[in-house]
């Protein structure tokens, strides 16, 4: 994210501009806490061992101070209790089924949505204008509209229960490939003609002179594909019932529903499920923000 | 003579690896997006089933899920809550992601640590959202009652915020504001980076105060984005699914159920494929009618930048 460019109009008056600088701070801060409160709560909660500590807390400032004892209790706990509550041998196991999941979704979605990209983008072939029309199309068509179908289809080849069935749905992605696209139709035409002309292949072009200088829009979807697959509840919500193969939402959300509820517990898991994306998101922080923005550019 | 036959050659291995390329893509858009959007339609004149029961073949039935579907109280009231959602929602979280684009877009110092503040409940997945808030919402003992407490010098106090029919959705909106405004803040940040400050130095000049540089010139030329930001929101607010089905399972009575979690219920939980694909194809409509509207007011080269 580039810095601010436009200044504050400063009004006239250096004592008026001091008033506004003071309000903005004021407001700034005021909406800092409102959405980090629940983040330092959750984590505050998930390191309170004492299950009856960490529910009297709640009706006071001490919700979000290290109060009483503080332990790695509830995370061990977490595993103890996992087999009981899931049904799963553990949660490495389901920690391991969203990472492979996810990852295997993005790394072969890059391949197979950006190759498809380049071709649409500067290959002159019969049918193409056609397929670019399509692409733009299907955009709109949201997941869940088709949901029903997948899932019966699903359901007649087998798929449910299996990780091929968790994956393959969401590999080709509409809107991957307009992206990419985009980005390459923007990319000067010079040092790939310099290539076609040396005779080298297309293939080759767009391995060995396009993917080096395409890291961000790879970045970009990567970040927004890792984002939205990751906390994707809806899909094994309707084609998981093995526990073996639950990921991290559908456990979450049936270590949530055990009655009764541990807390302390349910905090501890959901920092182990959020730690991965903070530390993506803070390591790629401006790889989100630009595919935040460039979801914005959709439509 | 040789020179047209290479040309030809050329471009025959031109589309052949163009198709090469591009067969992967298309093979898996058409079998898991195209065929199941085109099924949706099929299927939903059929009372089709999950699993199908053998004795009972799947009939076409014409229009009865359509019927079926507008004397269903449940659909009636889920389409109803995306409504409400989107009318609440949408205008609260647009002003609220303005005014903190507007507030981290000065020059300040410091103002990048705010920026990435607001954006991290961006980056923790609606689920955990959902299961963090409601510990928040926890009753009797629960920070939202403390707070309620406080601010209402005890008029309000040991609410059921999830376990009432009155306030279960706006809990659940409350928390859905607050993941996503983030989000839109940065798509009304690129938006108004993109204004250039010579109209606020005429207007400066002019004397226009801030508030009336703010409604003359900043709000028309986030016009487009503005348009963006609200067309999107409405259709998350359409798509509305994992908080409610973590937080309430649509409870209580129906107060927070959705047509996508209708759509899970009806064709998941009672194998009910035929109706189900009703209420997905009514959905993809509604998003449908959204998206027109939005490209009827943005210009017709998309570019929002």
Redesign the interface.
């Known amino acids: 994210m580039t810095d601010p460019v436009k200044p504050q109009k400063s009004g006239g008056l250096s004592g008026r501009k001091r008033f506004y600088n003071i309000l903005s701070y004021a407001a700034l801060i005021f909406l800092a806490l409102f959405f980090l409160f629940p983040l330092v709560f959750m984590f505050m909660s998930a390191f309170k061992s004492d299950e009856s500590q960490l529910i009297r807390d709640l009706s006071s400032i001490k919700a979000f101070l290290p109060t009483g004892e503080m332990s790695f209790q509830n995370f061990s706990d977490v595993f103890a209790r996992f087999n009981v509550n899931v049904g799963s041998a553990d949660y490495r196991k389901i920690f391991f089924n969203s990472s492979f999941v996810v990852s295997i979704i993005v790394v072969i979605g890059l391949i197979v949505n950006s190759s498809f990209a380049y071709a649409l983008a500067r290959i002159p072939f019969w049918g193409r204008n056609a397929l670019i029309i399509m692409i733009v199309s299907l955009i709109i068509i949201p997941f869940q509209a088709v949901a029903i179908p997948l899932m019966l289809i699903t359901y007649q080849f087998k798929l449910a229960n299996t990780y091929t069935g968790l994956i393959i749905p969401f590999i080709a992605h509409a809107f991957s490939i307009y992206l990419f696209y985009q980005f390459f139709i923007g990319l000067p035409k010079e040092l790939e003609e310099a290539a076609v002309v040396d005779g080298a292949s297309r293939f080759r072009i767009y391995w060995s002179i396009v993917l080096p200088l395409s890291g961000p829009v790879f970045a970009t979807v990567a970040v927004s594909q890792f984002l939205g697959q990751w906390g994707n509840l809806l899909w094994p919500v309707m084609i998981l019932q093995n526990p073996d193969l639950f990921t991290l939402p559908l456990a979450m959300q049936t270590f949530f529903g055990q009655a009764p509820r541990q807390w302390g517990d349910i905090m501890a898991f959901t920092v182990m499920a959020t730690l991965p994306t903070l530390i993506v998101f803070l390591v790629f922080q401006r790889y989100f923000v630009r595919s935040a923005v460039s979801s914005g550019v959709k439509g | 003579m040789t020179k047209p036959t290479r040309k030809g050659a050329a ?1 025959r ?3 052949i ?3 090469l ?2 067969t ?3 093979v ?2 058409s ?7 085109l ?2 339609f099929g ?1 939903s004149f059929t009372n ?1 089933r ?2 199908p029961n053998v004795n009972v073949p799947t009939q076409f039935i014409g229009l009865t899920n359509y019927g079926r579907m507008l004397e269903d109280a449940s659909f009636v009231r889920a389409l109803l809550n995306n409504l409400l959602f989107a009318v609440v929602v949408v205008p609260v979280q647009t002003s609220l992601s303005l ?2 684009a507007l ?6 110092p ?3 640590f ?16 959902a ?6 919402y ?1 009753s009797p ?3 939202m ?2 707070f309620a407490s406080v601010v209402t010098f005890g008029a309000v106090k040991e609410v059921a915020w999830l376990d009432n029919p009155v306030t279960a959705f706006p809990a659940i909106m409350l928390l859905s504001i ?1 993941q996503g ?3 839109q803040m ?2 009304f ?2 938006g ?2 993109g ?1 250039s ?1 010579d109209m ?1 130095e005429a ?2 000049i002019d004397g226009a ?2 508030v009336q ?1 703010f409604w003359k010139i900043t709000l028309p030329s986030l016009r487009n ?1 503005l348009i ?2 609200v ?2 929101t409405t ?1 998350f607010a359409f ?1 509305l ?2 908080q409610n ?2 937080m309430t399972k649509g409870g209580p009575q129906n107060s927070t159920l959705t047509l ?1 979690m209708k ?2 219920q009806d ?2 939980q009672q194998q009910k ?1 035929g109706f ?2 009703a ?3 009514i ?2 409509l509604i ?2 009618a959204i ?1 027109l509207v ?2 009827r007011l ?1 210009p017709e080269e ?4």
Do not use: C, H
């Open positions: 471009e291995e031109d589309n690896t163009a198709w390329m591009s992967p893509a298309i898996l858009l079998v898991f997006l195209i065929i199941p959007f099924m949706a299927l089709q999950l699993i005014g903190m507030l981290v877009n000065q020059k300040l410091g103002v990048n705010f920026r990435t503040v607001y954006f991290v409940p961006v980056a923790t997945v609606m689920v955990v959202v299961v963090i808030w409601s510990l928040i926890n003992q629960g920070l009652n403390a607050w405004a983030g989000y940065l798509i940040l690129a108004l980076q204004i400050i606020y207007a400066g105060t801030p540089q984005t963006l930001v067309i999107t259709i798509q699914f994992d089905w973590i996508v759509m899970v064709g998941f494929i189900a694909s209420i997905s194809v959905f993809f998003v449908f998206s939005q490209r943005l998309r570019a929002v930048k």
